[in-house]
């Protein structure tokens, strides 16, 4: 079983920048991707992007390409989702997630071993 941490969420003006991390521990050996997600007041939960513990694939939503990115560092079973341009409608609870569905692009469906999320507020 993996457990996960989120970091790295607080408050930002529009257009401006956040990195939240999500730190792995147990058998993360047994993850094949790492997910992020959010979800905002009265909506549901959407999925933001992916990225693959071997060889760093990454999948991004439309909604977020070209200002977000997603690393990780193995070495410390951390991934990372840098967001830019943050906009009044990226506000939300993000959450990250693991899947050992080995499929590409990855199956939103599978994942699981939620995090506690961490909350961004992006201000107009």
């Known amino acids: 079983q993996v457990q996960l941490v989120e970091s790295g969420g607080g408050l930002v003006q529009a257009g401006g920048s956040l990195r939240l991390s999500c730190a792995a521990s147990?058998?993360?050996?047994?993850?094949?991707?790492m997910g992020w997600f959010r979800q905002a007041p009265g909506k549901e939960r959407e999925f933001v992007g992916a990225i693959r513990w071997s060889g760093g694939s990454t999948y991004l939503a439309d909604s977020v390409k070209g200002r977000f990115t997603i690393s990780r560092d193995n070495t410390k079973n951390t991934v990372y989702l840098q967001m830019n341009g943050l906009k009044p409608e990226d506000t939300g609870v993000y959450y990250c997630?693991?899947?050992?569905?080995?499929?590409?692009?990855?199956?939103?469906?599978?994942?699981?071993?939620w995090g506690q999320g961490t909350q961004v507020t992006v201000s107009s």
């Open positions: 147990g058998r993360t050996f047994s993850s094949y991707t």
């Open positions: 997630a693991t899947t050992t569905w080995n499929s590409w692009p990855p199956f939103i469906a599978a994942f699981g071993s």
